[in-house]
Every structure is written in structure tokens, then in C-alpha cells.
């Protein structure tokens, strides 16, 4: 039974290796592969590439061009002349530095509100200034360096409380 068996198998085996060969043989004939010839307007970009490459080389400096004997960009050339000993200037007289007032808070004056009150037209400015937004009426505070004097249509009078100085913002 064993040699039945193993010929069957082989039997069977060598048909399905001749079935397999016979379907990855083709049986037709294998047509010519295409051949796509390129436009002209290729062969002109070939050609036009090829000219750019020659002109590029043509524009690379073969030699290192000769250093000018004066600077263009002076008015006088830079000829080194012997200079008399300077005499000594006298010492200046000793002056006090001024007194270095601080910077100036930016501020600036974003809008005006106006509304009607029983006393007559109230006047509010919006005043922006050290990242902080201000509404302040006449006599509020603006920072703790100024205080509003007087709000118009169009300008705010601000007073310096350090030196009592005036400080007009406008709209702008």
C-alpha cells in the first residue's frame, strides 16, 4: 500500500507541476515594447540646457582679479602722514551732571466718552499706558505719577505730581 500511495503522489504532483509551468509559459507572442520618441520642444530644452551650462562656466573668473591700488568708497586715500605731537587740551572745567530726570510713562489717550449728567456734558478718558487701560474723570489719578486736570473734546491735561508739570495727550 505504501508504493501505491507514494506513486499516486508522485503522479499527482508531476501534473501539477506541469500545469503550473504550462500557465507561466505565455502562449502568445510578446508584442514589441513602445518606444516614445521625445517632442522637439524637449530636444530644444536639452539644447537650451546645455547653452546655460556653457555660459556658466564661461562667467567663473579663471584668475583672481588684481586689487585696485585706492578705495573707491573714500573720499582720500588712506596715506599715512607724519603728524606734529597734539599739545595737550587743558583739563575741562569740573561741571555737575544734570539731573537725570526718569523716562516718561508711555501713554496714550485711546478715546473720550461723553455722557449728560445733571451738572452738564461729563467728559471720561480712556488713557492706555504700562500694559494697564485707564478711564479716568477730571481729578482721578493716572498712574501714580499723574492726575487728570482737564478733559476737552479732543486733548487731556495730565499734572506731573513729582515737579507739576503739564502733560497733554491728544487723539490721534
Known sequence: MNVKRTATIGVVGAALAAWLASAAAPSRAVPPPIVIHPPAIDSRGAELADEIARL???LRPTSTPNQPGR?????RSGRVHAVAPAVPAPAP???D???ARPALPSLKLAGIAEDA???G???????????QLFMVKEGDAVTLRY?????SADVVELTDLTDNSVRR????
Not at 578705495?71 to 573720499?75: C, D, E, M, Q, R
Not at 492726575?147 to 478733559?151: A, C, S
Open 71 to 75: 578705495n573707491l568708497f573714500t573720499f
Open 56 to 58: 556658466h562656466e564661461r
Open 93 to 95: 572745567a569740573i561741571v
Open 117 to 119: 449728567g445733571p451738572n
Open 97 to 99: 551732571a544734570p539731573v
Open 121 to 131: 456734558l461729563e467728559r471720561t478718558a480712556i488713557i492706555s499706558g504700562d500694559g
Open 169 to 172: 495727550l491728544a487723539l490721534r
Open 147 to 151: 492726575r487728570v486736570v482737564k478733559i
